[in-house]
């Protein structure tokens, strides 16, 4: 199988890319390293994977990476992840979060594309009160940031896309992700801030009165799913 994996040099994708190369498919990374790192990839590389540093708002290089691939399923993971910069700036994270998407979408249709996967999140449901624990893919969906938002515009995109094109095509709400490879910058990487601060020999410093609930899930268990 042929698979496109865009923002496969970053945390979740990288570790995406490694499954696909381990069971003998053939993939194309496109990223553009802004965040994502080559040495989370340079194994999969040795073992033929290739790379395209590109921007997924470029739609000429977008097409062009996927036209000459021709993928059998787009993984579009590239985004931007930080709640903060969202609230800072909404616009660039709607080009990136949504334009992004829109432009994989359409360049994977152009290719007759079999499949499409989109890494969507948990944001998308905002804050939900302790009585509606736990969610399910039919909870209200009230996304409380910018970030949360332009996922959520994304993941009609794919659906639309889906019925309009009969792609079959697939958002996926990811928890909290941790694992290897987790920056330790933001709040989403707080399982890695904390064994930083532990490994340092200091105490996890904990904000607020540490009865606060997360969920989280290993990053492993994401790629698999």
């Not at 553009?32 to 470029?58: E, F, H």
């Not at 302790?130 to 209200?140: F, Q, V, W």
Request: aromatic share 8%.
């Amino acid at each position: 199988m042929k698979a496109f994996v865009s923002g496969g040099a970053g945390f979740i994708g990288s570790h995406l890319v490694d499954a696909l190369v381990e069971r003998g498919d053939e993939v194309l990374i496109v990223d553009d390293l802004s965040t994502g790192r080559g040495l989370n990839i340079a194994d999969a590389m040795a073992r033929g994977a290739r790379l395209i540093p590109a921007d997924v708002t470029d739609l000429a290089a977008v097409e062009r990476a996927i036209s000459n691939f021709r993928p059998d399923v787009v993984f579009h993971l590239a985004a931007q992840v930080d709640v903060r910069v969202s609230v800072e700036d909404p616009g660039f994270d709607v080009r990136v979060n949504v334009e992004g998407a829109v432009n994989l979408l359409e360049a994977a249709r152009r290719v007759d594309a079999d499949r499409f996967v989109f890494a969507s999140s948990c944001a998308t449901y905002g804050e939900s009160p302790d009585e509606s624990l736990p969610l399910t893919e039919r909870a209200p969906l009230r996304p409380g940031s910018p970030y949360g938002q332009a996922k959520l515009a994304a993941e009609g995109y794919v659906a639309l896309y889906r019925e309009l094109h009969g792609m079959r095509a697939a958002n996926m709400r990811f928890g909290n992700v941790y694992g290897p490879r987790q920056s330790s910058v933001g709040e989403a990487g707080v399982v890695a801030i904390f064994c930083r601060q532990m490994i340092a020999g200091s105490t996890p410093e904990v904000f607020g009165t540490g009865n606060q609930t997360r969920d989280f899930v290993y990053v492993g268990d994401v790629v698999r799913a």
